[in-house]
């Protein structure tokens, strides 16, 4: 049985062949390499008035997944940790829910306030409620004392030699010095490290100036500033209005290295496949430039972003950084792209109805980007795939690009639902895909591949991509468009280990858990993907229409998912000789 392994601790396996193929994540930073951390946070006045509301004399408690049916009346009021909730039935009270979605039946009555955090409210136009309705998106931290909860607000525990920061309460502005870990472990740079000033500053009751400057040591190079072993990222935007409701303008600076495709793996998934195991699953290149762009953010979730780039990309090449295991083994080569100096516009839509980030039980997520790229000095474009030494040497340009430029157009989506389909099932529902819309040929980072060991995880690593599947070319990626559908139930068994409070440290400093699971869910899930080259020829598609769907590659499968860590067993469709794959993930598949 061939295995996949990805989680935080030190799993291998080995297929029939004797090789072992890995996947395991680290992410000491959970930002992209331009975008600033924002960390949710439930008010603290709102978690106080639901802590004391929790721990009122008089409040009645319930746990896990609870229903009030429609016979059955309760005097006072009422708080449930966790879900989901059904009422169907009276509550003479008020009602608190807390991390966990409430759904009101015809005939519910509440006599008092009714405020969920954590969760969302349903079925409202059903009931009869007395009092104010209030749903907050972000869950309470909290940890049990007794019959009573105590706040538990989230920390950055990201890892930090240095963090020096000074906070004007009257102005409510803030400053910072972090020397942190900044990114995902690679072959390319070994573990970033960022180091550098960071300002939240309260110009005037309507305008503020977030801003950093960061300095970037890539571990795996030998400290050379020739070779690209230091880069930057600086970043600085005025923001009017509100916390919610605002418009922003701002400028960035930067050379970074990013991935390829950054999609389908979790940043800390790819991290730690590399750490651990000697197992990249990314490629990467340099961006090297700045840009220009203003957010219009009209609610909470839902922003707009425009943005104008002029930088230089340029290849690199995969070092030699020490890994836990398999450390005597070659790292795979990395790529060349289609170096070059890049000038694009690039439109983005972010629309976020999920109850949770990382566990959503209800809603939608949505990412949109259309992208207008022109690029000059462009060398590589269609010619040599790999580079074994640094710097990279210029190749000449390819046939039809002889002066050295491409235009082209190129647009992505995400699209994600996640819908209750009973008080403990869940049907979750995620489309993607894109790619190269009008102009030239894509430059090959921006192009695509599907596989192992996500979002396919039956097939081989990049085996759904373009090219001959018996050559290692087509484990690059070179398609010019994708298109992807995942779909699974899942149902929860409704028990816990660890406490009732999620990885954090009270406010008396006592009793840090660092390890909760929740669950199991049984999930059932299924998979379909297509990746191909747009064009006249011969496996080609023309550029107006779609593949067949009898051409699209699936896969199905089951799993465990206990919240930390999931197990997952997958089948391929058609490949009826192809093993059973086993799957160990960190978080949810998607």
Same mark, same amino acid.
């Given at each position: 049985?061939?295995?996949?392994?990805?989680?935080?601790?030190?799993?291998?396996?080995?297929?029939?062949?004797?090789?072992?193929?890995?996947?395991?994540?680290?992410?000491?930073?959970?930002?992209?390499?331009?975008?600033?951390?924002?960390?949710?946070?439930?008010?603290?006045?709102?978690?106080?008035?639901?802590?004391?509301?929790?721990?009122?004399?008089?409040?009645?408690?319930?746990?896990?997944?609870?229903?009030?049916?429609?016979?059955?009346?309760?005097?006072?009021?009422?708080?449930?940790?966790?879900?989901?909730?059904?009422?169907?039935?009276?509550?003479?009270?008020?009602?608190?829910?807390?991390?966990?979605?409430?759904?009101?039946?015809?005939? !519910?009555?509440?006599?008092?306030?009714?405020?969920?955090?954590?969760?969302?409210?349903?079925?409202?136009?059903?009931?009869?409620?007395?009092?104010?309705?209030? !749903?907050?998106?972000?869950?309470?931290?909290?940890?049990?004392?007794?019959?009573?909860?105590?706040?538990?607000?989230?920390?950055?525990?990201?890892?930090?030699?240095?963090?020096?920061?000074?906070?004007?309460?009257? @102005?409510?502005?803030?400053?910072?010095?972090?020397?942190?870990?900044?990114?995902?472990?690679?072959?390319?740079?070994? &573990?970033?490290?960022?180091?550098?000033?960071?300002?939240?500053?309260?110009?005037?009751?309507?305008?503020? &100036?977030?801003?950093?400057?960061?300095?970037?040591?890539?571990?795996?190079?030998?400290?050379?500033?020739?070779?690209?072993?230091?880069?930057?990222?600086?970043?600085?935007?005025?923001?009017?209005?509100?916390?919610?409701?605002?418009?922003?303008?701002? !400028?960035?600076?930067?050379?970074?290295?990013?991935?390829?495709?950054?999609?389908?793996?979790?940043?800390?998934?790819?991290?730690?496949?590399?750490?651990?195991?000697?197992?990249?699953?990314?490629?990467?290149?340099?961006?090297?430039?700045?840009?220009?762009?203003?957010?219009?953010?009209?609610?909470?979730?839902?922003?707009? $972003?425009?943005?104008? #780039?002029?930088?230089?990309?340029?290849?690199?090449?995969?070092?030699?950084?020490?890994?836990?295991?398999?450390?005597? #083994? $070659?790292? #795979?080569?990395?790529?060349?792209?289609?170096?070059?100096?890049?000038?694009?516009?690039?439109?983005?839509?972010?629309?976020?109805? #999920?109850?949770?980030?990382?566990?959503?039980?209800?809603?939608?997520?949505?990412?949109?980007?259309?992208?207008?790229?022109?690029?000059?000095?462009?060398?590589?474009?269609?010619?040599?795939?790999?580079?074994?030494?640094?710097?990279?040497?210029?190749?000449?340009?390819?046939?039809?690009?002889?002066?050295?430029?491409? $235009?082209?157009?190129?647009?992505?989506?995400?699209?994600?639902?996640?819908? @209750?389909?009973?008080?403990?099932?869940?049907?979750?529902?995620?489309? !993607?895909?894109?790619?190269?819309?009008?102009?030239?040929?894509?430059?090959?980072?921006?192009?695509?591949?599907?596989?192992?060991?996500?979002?396919?995880?039956?097939?081989?690593?990049?085996?759904?991509?373009?090219?001959?599947?018996?050559?290692?070319?087509?484990?690059?990626?070179?398609?010019?468009?994708?298109?992807?559908?995942?779909?699974?139930?899942?149902?929860?068994?409704?028990?816990?280990?660890?406490?009732?409070?999620?990885?954090?440290?009270?406010?008396?400093?006592?009793?840090?858990?660092?390890?909760?699971?929740?669950?199991?869910?049984?999930?059932?899930?299924?998979?379909?993907?297509?990746?191909?080259?747009?064009?006249?020829?011969?496996?080609?598609?023309?550029?107006?229409?779609?593949?067949? &769907?009898?051409?699209?590659?699936?896969?199905?499968?089951?799993?465990?998912?206990?919240?930390?860590?999931?197990?997952?067993?997958?089948?391929?469709?058609?490949?009826?000789?192809?093993?059973? $794959?086993?799957?160990?993930?960190?978080?949810?598949?998607?």
């Amino acid at each position: 049985m061939r295995e996949t392994l990805i989680l935080a601790l030190a799993l291998s396996a080995a297929s029939p062949a004797g090789a072992q193929d890995s996947t395991i994540a680290i992410r000491s930073d959970p930002r992209g390499p331009l975008d600033r951390l924002e960390v949710r946070q439930l008010p603290r006045d709102v978690a106080e008035e639901v802590i004391r509301f929790f721990n009122g004399p008089g409040t009645l408690h319930f746990s896990g997944a609870t229903r009030i049916p429609a016979a059955r009346g309760i005097d006072g009021d009422v708080a449930i940790l966790g879900g989901p909730v059904t009422i169907a039935g009276r509550i003479s009270g008020g009602l608190v829910v807390v991390n966990g979605d409430v759904i009101f039946e015809p005939g !519910a009555v509440v006599g008092g306030d009714v405020i969920v955090v954590g969760g969302s409210i349903e079925g409202t136009e059903h009931a009869a409620i007395a009092g104010e309705m209030r !749903a907050y998106r972000d869950p309470l931290r909290y940890r049990r004392q007794g019959d009573e909860i105590v706040y538990a607000p989230r920390r950055d525990i990201r890892p930090r030699w240095v963090k020096a920061r000074q906070y004007d309460a009257e @102005r409510g502005s803030s400053s910072r010095f972090v020397v942190a870990f900044g990114g995902t472990y690679n072959r390319v740079e070994g &573990l970033p490290i960022v180091f550098g000033p960071r300002v939240d500053v309260r110009l005037n009751d309507g305008m503020r &100036l977030q801003a950093d400057a960061q300095g970037i040591f890539r571990t795996a190079g030998d400290f050379s500033f020739q070779s690209g072993d230091f880069g930057y990222r600086a970043r600085g935007e005025l923001v009017f209005g509100g916390r919610f409701s605002n418009i922003g303008f701002g !400028a960035r600076g930067y050379d970074v290295v990013v991935p390829v495709e950054p999609w389908p793996l979790k940043d800390y998934e790819a991290g730690w496949a590399s750490f651990l195991l000697h197992e990249d699953y990314r490629d990467y290149y340099r961006r090297d430039g700045g840009s220009v762009f203003a957010t219009l953010r009209l609610a909470r979730p839902v922003s707009l $972003t425009a943005e104008f #780039r002029d930088e230089r990309q340029s290849s690199v090449v995969a070092r030699d950084p020490w890994t836990l295991f398999r450390s005597d #083994r $070659t790292w #795979r080569a990395n790529p060349a792209i289609s170096a070059g100096r890049y000038r694009s516009a690039v439109a983005s839509f972010r629309l976020d109805t #999920r109850s949770d980030r990382s566990a959503p039980t209800s809603g939608l997520f949505l990412t949109g980007e259309y992208e207008v790229g022109e690029g000059t000095d462009v060398t590589n474009a269609f010619g040599e795939i790999f580079c074994f030494q640094e710097p990279c040497p210029p190749p000449a340009p390819a046939p039809g690009l002889e002066d050295g430029k491409l $235009t082209y157009q190129r647009v992505f989506f995400d699209l994600r639902g996640y819908t @209750r389909v009973t008080p403990a099932g869940r049907f979750n529902l995620r489309l !993607a895909g894109g790619g190269w819309v009008g102009g030239d040929p894509l430059p090959r980072q921006r192009r695509f591949a599907l596989g192992y060991p996500d979002p396919l995880p039956g097939y081989g690593f990049r085996q759904v991509g373009c090219g001959d599947p018996s050559q290692f070319e087509s484990r690059v990626v070179v398609c010019d468009r994708v298109l992807l559908a995942q779909a699974e139930f899942r149902t929860h068994l409704g028990f816990d280990f660890g406490p009732e409070w999620a990885n954090d440290w009270g406010d008396d400093g006592e009793g840090y858990e660092p390890f909760h699971v929740s669950g199991p869910d049984i999930v059932v899930f299924a998979d379909a993907g297509r990746a191909w080259q747009v064009g006249p020829g011969a496996g080609e598609i023309p550029s107006d229409r779609l593949p067949p &769907l009898g051409s699209f590659r699936t896969d199905v499968g089951l799993g465990l998912d206990f919240g930390p860590i999931g197990f997952y067993f997958a089948k391929v469709l058609d490949q009826g000789d192809r093993p059973i $794959t086993f799957t160990v993930r960190m978080g949810r598949r998607f």
